[in-house]
């Protein structure tokens, strides 16, 4: 995909559970601990609230110039503590949410963990409502999975038993459309990766799940 | 980027390569008259390190080094650059016509013969691309968007043999390296739209007679209906030179390799091939003396032309491709026209030559290789 494509996806569009991660954040360089501010709305009255570093151009730019807000109706509500559970730099390779949204690409292998939450919706929007892996899994795993020592690692391919439920359902789901539009090839497939996955969850390193 | 140079700094492997047609040029498999080649390529990253855009050149080098030291102790890489098999060519030391060269042949992408940015006491960006000689079936380039991007493509419509070719050689390197892998999003790539799978499936095809008749739209809209993208000859962000289109996967996530090569082969591509078939039978029924017209000029401008540009040769080509595959020419084979199709871009054309041409005169030379090609 295309960087243009893949920033249209990535972006542009600010979904409520974004915002909600970012409000810890300045959400003008995503960088740094945030200034809560509160601004009023000069056409509609209303009061809207914004997460800006104390030094960010585009909070000056906002807020300095009154063409678009009210200066007069800024008010510092308060200042807000950044913890540990807001999604700040990833820890693995530095990489900022806001720098993600500006080049589409993740730093590292830990930017999926780190930023799932904000992240998952809009990797389901980019593939079609697709929220979980069902393709090929790592063959070390999967060719070791009797051999005791290699029980954690293919659990970490597998997942657990909530993920392992949603990535059936999601094939049966499939399953059901190809049926129903008389897709039968890909019907056959889908069934076929349905019953390797279940032989795969029977194996004895499913453990504790 | 090196500045231009008057000649070219190509090794014995790279010698090799030059001096033949990639397979996938050949003008077999099914469907051949329709559809050029079928790739597909996967797009993985090793466990441990940051992907290559947020890494650091030492640490690029670090990839660089473990992937060429371990896919060598496996026996994927050739250790012997003399004795052929896949030769690893290292494109940070190559000259800018050579990596062209490679990115012409599509064994590495446009990206990947540029190269990431580094300051000047960085060197080079560390990358490299592995080529499997003498046929150019697969293909594996080193630090390009993700650590790892592996490419099979055959010709004509196959593919299905490309997929089970690039999963044995995905297999085998993830053998002696830890690929980054969730049980969630499986395969973790550098762009998300690349996560689960890391796959795209493609076909090249060539649509002459659906431009000519103005349907070449209706190809569109289906790629479209089916969230597929279609692309120009030279993948993304590139026009249909020479009415070659490639049709491929966008997502990658929720569904199997299968699966998704299935959609696209299965119901799209056959469809396709049956609008271009029509569209050309149409062309000979109805439109005979007009097409006739059409393909005669195109091949007397390439055996006649003193000079011509690039797309222009493309575009005749194109053409005479099509009346090769409606019988309308005895000659030159699709073979042939297929190796031009290759022959009259920048870097081969420089190379053939042997050295580098100046703008003005690039046209010329081309001209007069496709007379000397096209009266052989």
């Known amino acids: ?209 | 980027m090196l500045p231009e140079e008057s000649s070219f700094r190509t090794g014995e492997a790279m010698k090799r390569i030059l001096g033949q047609t990639p397979a996938w040029l050949s003008g077999g498999g099914e469907h051949a008259d329709v559809v050029l080649s079928s790739r597909v390529r996967l797009a993985r990253n090793l466990a441990g390190f940051r992907f290559v855009g947020r890494a650091e050149v030492q640490e690029r080098r670090d990839v660089f080094n473990l992937v060429r030291k371990n896919l060598t102790k496996a026996g994927i890489v050739s250790d012997d650059p003399g004795s052929g098999g896949s030769c690893w060519l290292d494109v940070s030391t190559m000259d800018q016509y050579t990596r062209d060269a490679l990115s012409e042949r599509q064994c590495i992408s446009r990206q990947h013969a540029k190269g990431h940015k580094t300051s000047a006491n960085e060197g080079p960006d560390p990358r490299a691309v592995i080529v499997q000689t003498p046929d150019e079936a697969v293909s594996i380039m080193i630090n390009e968007e993700d650590h790892l991007r592996l490419r099979a493509v055959r010709p004509g419509l196959m593919l299905r043999e490309a997929l089970n070719e690039i999963g044995k050689v995905d297999d085998q390197i993830e053998s002696v390296l830890e690929y980054a892998f969730s049980s969630r999003f499986g395969y973790l790539t550098a762009c998300p739209t690349n996560v689960g799978t890391g796959i795209r499936v493609s076909v090249m095809m060539h649509l002459p007679a659906l431009r000519i008749l103005g349907e070449i739209d209706r190809v569109k809209r289906a790629a479209s209906d089916m969230s597929l993208a279609l692309r120009g000859f030279w993948g993304e962000g590139s026009e249909a030179d020479g009415d070659f289109y490639q049709l491929s996967n966008q997502t990658t996530l929720g569904k199997s390799e299968e699966l998704i090569l299935t959609e696209l082969a299965g119901t799209i591509v056959p469809k396709v091939i049956e609008y271009e078939r029509r569209a050309r039978e149409k062309l000979l029924t109805q439109r005979r003396e007009f097409t006739e017209d059409v393909i005669y000029r195109a091949i007397g401008t390439l055996t006649h032309a003193r000079r011509i540009a690039a797309d222009e040769a493309m575009c005749k080509l194109s053409e005479v491709r099509l009346g090769v595959s409606l019988g309308v020419m005895s000659g030159p084979d699709i073979a042939t026209v297929n190796r031009l199709l290759l022959m009259v871009q920048q870097a081969h054309l420089q190379h053939a030559v042997g050295r580098v041409l100046e703008p003005g005169e690039r046209k010329a030379a081309r001209a007069s290789m496709l007379r000397q090609a096209l009266s052989e």
Not at chain 1, 11 to 32: K, L, S, T
Request: charged share 20%; proline share 5%; with cysteine.
């Open chain 1, 1 to 209: 995909m295309t960087s243009a494509v893949c920033l249209q996806w990535f972006g542009g569009c600010v979904f409520a559970a974004e915002q909600d991660a970012m409000a810890n954040y300045c959400e003008g360089c995503g960088e740094d601990p945030v200034t809560h501010e509160t601004i009023k709305d000069p056409v509609t009255g209303e009061f809207v609230n914004h997460h800006f570093c104390a030094n960010c151009p585009k909070a000056k730019g906002l807020i300095g110039h009154p063409s678009g807000m009210d200066p007069e109706a800024v008010h510092q509500v308060s200042v807000v503590r950044v913890t540990a559970s807001g999604v700040g730099p990833c820890p693995g390779c530095g990489m900022t949410f806001a720098k993600f949204r500006e080049t589409a690409r993740l730093g590292c292998a830990s930017c999926y963990t780190h930023f799932e939450k904000t992240l998952g919706p809009l990797i389901a929007r980019a593939q079609e409502g697709a929220t979980h892996h069902v393709g090929k899994l790592p063959r070390r795993a999967i060719s070791c999975a009797n051999e005791p020592e290699n029980k954690r690692s293919l659990m970490e391919v597998l997942g657990r038993a909530e993920e392992r439920a949603r990535k059936m359902a999601a094939l049966r789901d499939q399953l059901h459309t190809a049926l129903t539009s008389e897709r039968y090839e890909q019907a056959a497939l889908i069934r076929d990766q349905i019953e390797q996955l279940q032989s795969l969850y029977e194996l004895p390193s499913e453990g504790g799940d």
